[in-house]
């Protein structure tokens, strides 16, 4: 589970390089991710599972649809701004749940939502690279997408893995003309660092939405939910610290502040027993 968060966490910092760094569009950086991972999982496509449309609009929510928000994003955030502001997820889960699942929420979890909320505005309100952008707020979109996409997975009767393929497939559909539309140098980012950009899609596609990712949920099987759900929790603390390290961002002290006081919210929306959405739901592993 361990390993499961450190990939989480390098993905973010991964991406950063490629899009900041090596100059992949982002939205061509998606799409590449998600050819990787269709071609890969494409014996998985069969047969056609129930409720199709709704398979490809929840795939297109939690893969494709929030990471190229995301990547967008990273074009001017840092992956530890990236990190905090990604904590929102797991409060949004919990609203979103409230209102398509008719979830009750008690004084305790609703102290958890306003905590990790209000730490996270704390962190941006200051004068640091936590400070409000258009970075963060897209990547705080990409945490709404994915969170009510996470909603809508526990409708859906499809093993993970083969949802991830169908999520590819989607992903590759809306993508590919988006970047056509939108981006251009395409080319030239491949020409211009061919093998760091494979590098960086190899490790987003096989290592984190193959390997990791199918490896989680390979442990939900084997044990307890309520074991494993608030190590996720780890996620964002290791993203913190490989920005700092990796990519030198400047952790000043209202992200600290600000960051560990969502993290506590986050901890308490997680440990609170919940009678219609499962745990694991709450904590959306990074694709």
């Known amino acids: 589970m361990m390993l499961c968060n450190i990939v989480w966490a390098l993905n973010v910092v991964v991406s950063k390089l490629a899009i900041a760094d090596f100059g992949a569009p982002p939205l061509f950086y998606a799409l590449l991710r998600s050819v990787i991972v269709a ?23 939690i893969s494709g ?39 009750r929420v008690r004084w305790r979890r609703g102290l958890g939502i306003g905590l990790a909320f209000g730490g996270v505005l704390f962190a941006m309100a200051g004068d640091s690279q936590m400070e409000t952008s258009t970075g963060l707020l897209l990547i705080f979109v990409s945490a709404v997408v994915g969170a009510l996409g ?16 169908w999520a590819a497939v989607s992903s590759v559909a809306v993508l590919w ?11 030239s980012a491949l020409e211009s660092a061919p093998w760091e ?6 490790f987003a596609s096989i290592v984190v939405s193959v390997g990791a990712h199918t490896a989680y949920y ?3 099987q084997e044990h307890d939910a ?48 919940s009678e219609t959405f499962t745990r694991r739901f709450l904590v959306r592993p990074r694709f």
Do not use: H
């Open 65 to 103: 649809g929030s990471f190229a928000l995301l990547f967008m994003g990273l074009e001017t955030a840092s992956p530890s701004a990236a990190g905090v502001v990604s904590l929102t997820g797991a409060p949004m889960t919990v609203l979103f749940a409230i209102f398509f699942l008719g979830e």
């Open 218 to 220: 390979r442990l939900l």
């Open 150 to 165: 996470s909603v809508f997975v526990k409708r859906l009767e499809i093993s993970s893995i083969r949802l991830q393929a």
């Open 177 to 187: 003309p988006l970047t056509a539309a939108m981006e251009v140098g395409q080319v």
């Open 226 to 273: 309520n074991l494993l759900v608030p190590l996720t929790l780890f996620t964002p603390i290791f993203t913190i610290l490989f920005g700092a390290w990796l990519t030198g961002d400047a952790i000043g002290g209202r992200l600290v502040v600000g960051g560990g006081i969502a993290l506590a919210g986050v901890a308490i929306i997680v440990l609170r027993p």
């Open 197 to 202: 950009i494979a590098a960086c899609l190899f």
């Open 39 to 61: 071609v890969v999982l494409i014996s998985l496509l069969r047969p056609l599972p129930a409720k199709l449309w709704q398979v490809l609009l929840v795939g297109l929510a």
